[in-house]
């Protein structure tokens, strides 16, 4: 448990891991001080790919699998953080982080018995409130900070291809793949990739007589964006669009569409 918490205590600290301890110093009868802890910090992450993890941890607790944590504290801080299962439901672990502490519990049997499936996740946030909230009863300070992380330079909202990572085109933009998100600006996007191309009379299946039925197709979205005009003979029909093999080919070559779950996967086929 302290060594996961550990390593989590890196986000809070803008990117270093500072390795726990528990003795600060000590002294002697008459006050002088015959140890002193030296912390060594080691940098693992810049500011700015570190801020973007502790973002994507803020929503653990805002539509993840902590997200009933908040409710069950009695003081409210920019918490971020990571929920955990080990295999076979044998380890229960919650880690959450706010600028000034972090703090981390395990669910378990010491016997190494199977969790209860449908309650150990409550049970694991049940722990974590609890001695959240008894901190807080003896250092509000401490555990309720009024400052949230910062935004460091560098890291701003960005449009982007969800789908190529790319500039959006006219044809992701129809399609709904235009995505607004932290970005590193190290990695904003530069090039526009073509990963759609619109669905022709000719490109429709002999046995799909309804477009909007076809598998292998994406439906575009009327987002008051208009798509790039294709030429006349490639019109897309009823606003919908096809991923061209060669990208998924290039981007996702041990990717099976097919074995996975239709409902997970949408409109999107290869």
Sequence with gaps: M????????????NGNFVDA???????DSNGKVIYKHKTEPVNVFSQQANYEMLDMMRDVFKYGTGRALPGMLNF????????????DWRDSWLVASNPNITMG??????HNQQLNHSRYSEQTRTLFAGFAN???NVDPELMAPKDRFKQPEGV???IYDGLTDGKPTGYSKAAGFE???LMNAKYEPRDEIEALEPLTTEQQQPDVEDPSQDPNLIPGQNDGHEAEQP??????????????PDFLQSHFPYTDLKAARPELLGKVRP
Aim: hydrophobic share 30%; net charge negative; proline share 0%.
């Design 231 to 244: 030429q006349e003979n490639e019109q897309s029909q009823n606003g919908l669009f096809r991923i061209k």
């Design 2 to 13: 302290e060594e996961n918490t550990d390593a989590y205590t890196t986000f809070a600290n």
């Design 105 to 110: 519990v395990w669910n378990g049997y010491a």
């Design 76 to 87: 409210s801080a920019d918490w971020a953080g990571k929920t955990g299962t080990s295999q």
């Design 156 to 158: 701003s909202k960005q």
């Design 134 to 136: 008894r901190a807080y």
């Design 21 to 27: 301890y528990m003795i600060d110093q000590i002294t």
């Design 179 to 181: 995505v607004n998100d």
